[in-house]
């Protein structure tokens, strides 16, 4: 290296920046408040399919019977789920299927009713089986016009894989609905996605009915469903169809809470043929006597307290053909 030739100086290191406080990060602006949502929303579907099954399960109690045989539901049954941003009020209808007896007809009425006068449909699918009432209740949706609909295909823990996929393409083709889950009812499976789905589909509307509101049904009318539905679950044949319930007296304790409280209750039960009611009472009255504890069994659970059932057994020939008895019993306007 030459004498002239200079060492170049090291590099300075560069020197920090003094400390400065951090400007504050820019304040996000509001996010608007939720709006709320309200609205009805039709439960449809074929017998069995498991509609009063999921809206028990969505409510976190029974308010609807259900039980292993098709065609239990003959009324439209109210339920209210109730959220800080939205209330559902649930329409449980009887399984849609096709039959020319006036208390088919009277049933298959109230869903179609209730399917027009909803802000949305909610198809219940049961994805193990598709017959004939599968069909109808296609045909009622078809029919729906421009009303948001969800469909869950039901049960589907019970299913396998290749059906529920084709069952998925078979109703998008078919319907083309806003929505489509796989669900279980009787598991809670899917049931919290739903309800999102649900709320999302309703309209921005307050809440028609109140916090606190639980079902339409007077505990006289889950009285009667609940004696029905033992009849259901005992006997066989046409004997459960055949069955109408009316309460004829519900006495109320004065104080419910009271840790003696005491419900009195009596029911008859209509059947339309005396070998009907003779089933009915059984040898030695042990049908009955089995119907009874059943019942009671279930209402003591529902009130919380104790109940004295009384049942009576009554023959209303053919009432199920009878446009007055059917008016009678509330199962038509």
């Given at each position: 290296?030459?004498?002239?030739?200079?060492?170049?100086?090291?590099?300075?290191?560069?020197?920090?920046?003094?400390?400065?406080?951090?400007?504050?990060?820019?304040?996000?602006?509001?996010?608007?408040?939720?709006?709320?949502?309200?609205?009805?929303?039709?439960?449809?579907?074929?017998?069995?399919?498991?509609?009063?099954?999921l809206?028990n399960?969505?409510l976190?109690?029974?308010?609807?019977?259900a039980?292993?045989?098709?065609?239990?539901?003959?009324?439209?049954?109210?339920?209210?789920?109730?959220?800080?941003?939205?209330?559902?009020?649930?329409?449980?209808?009887?399984?849609?299927?096709?039959?020319?007896?006036?208390?088919?007809?009277?049933?298959?009425?109230?869903?179609?009713?209730?399917?027009?006068?909803?802000?949305?449909?909610?198809?219940?699918?049961?994805?193990?089986?598709?017959?004939?009432?599968?069909?109808?209740?296609?045909?009622?949706?078809?029919?729906?016009?421009?009303?948001?609909?969800?469909?869950?295909?039901?049960?589907?823990?019970?299913?396998?894989?290749?059906?529920?996929?084709?069952?998925?393409?078979?109703?998008?083709?078919?319907?083309?609905?806003?929505?489509?889950?796989?669900?279980?009812?009787?598991?809670?499976?899917?049931?919290?996605?739903?309800?999102?789905?649900?709320?999302?589909?309703?309209?921005?509307?307050?809440?028609?009915?109140?916090?606190?509101?639980?079902?339409?049904?007077?505990?006289?009318?889950?009285?009667?469903e609940?004696?029905?539905?033992?009849?259901?679950?005992?006997?066989?044949?046409?004997?459960?169809?055949?069955?109408?319930v009316?309460?004829?007296?519900?006495?109320?304790?004065?104080?419910?809470?009271?840790?003696?409280?005491?419900?009195?209750?009596?029911?008859?039960?209509?059947?339309?043929?005396?070998?009907?009611?003779?089933?009915?009472?059984g040898?030695?009255?042990?049908?009955l006597?089995?119907?009874?504890?059943?019942?009671?069994?279930?209402?003591?659970?529902?009130?919380?307290?104790?109940?004295?059932?009384?049942?009576?057994?009554?023959?209303?020939?053919?009432?199920?053909?009878?446009?007055?008895?059917?008016?009678?019993?509330?199962?038509?306007?």
């Amino acid at each position: 290296m030459s004498v002239d030739q200079k060492k170049a100086p090291k590099a300075q290191k560069a020197t920090k920046a003094p400390n400065r406080p951090k400007a504050p990060k820019p304040a996000k602006p509001p996010t608007p408040a939720q709006p709320y949502r309200s609205g009805f929303a039709a439960i449809v579907g074929a017998p069995n399919s498991g509609k009063s099954t999921l809206l028990n399960r969505l409510l976190g109690q029974k308010v609807a019977i259900a039980t292993a045989k098709p065609q239990t539901t003959r009324h439209r049954i109210l339920g209210v789920l109730t959220d800080k941003f939205c209330q559902i009020v649930f329409c449980d209808t009887p399984g849609v299927h096709r039959s020319d007896k006036l208390l088919n007809a009277a049933m298959v009425a109230r869903a179609q009713a209730a399917l027009a006068d909803a802000d949305v449909g909610l198809w219940v699918v049961d994805a193990r089986r598709r017959g004939p009432e599968h069909q109808a209740a296609l045909e009622m949706v078809l029919g729906r016009g421009v009303k948001p609909l969800a469909a869950v295909l039901n049960k589907c823990d019970l299913a396998v894989r290749e059906e529920l996929d084709a069952l998925a393409v078979e109703i998008r083709e078919a319907v083309a609905p806003q929505a489509l889950l796989e669900i279980s009812a009787k598991t809670g499976q899917g049931l919290v996605e739903l309800k999102k789905v649900l709320a999302a589909l309703l309209p921005e509307a307050p809440p028609p009915y109140p916090e606190d509101a639980l079902t339409d049904q007077t505990l006289r009318d889950l009285a009667a469903e609940f004696v029905r539905e033992a009849v259901f679950e005992l006997t066989r044949e046409e004997v459960p169809y055949s069955t109408a319930v009316t309460i004829d007296e519900f006495l109320e304790p004065d104080d419910p809470e009271a840790s003696d409280a005491l419900y009195r209750i009596s029911a008859t039960i209509h059947v339309e043929k005396e070998t009907q009611k003779k089933v009915m009472i059984g040898r030695k009255g042990e049908m009955l006597k089995n119907v009874g504890r059943r019942a009671r069994l279930s209402l003591e659970d529902l009130l919380e307290a104790r109940v004295f059932l009384s049942l009576f057994v009554r023959t209303t020939k053919d009432w199920s053909k009878s446009r007055r008895d059917l008016s009678d019993f509330g199962y038509a306007d």
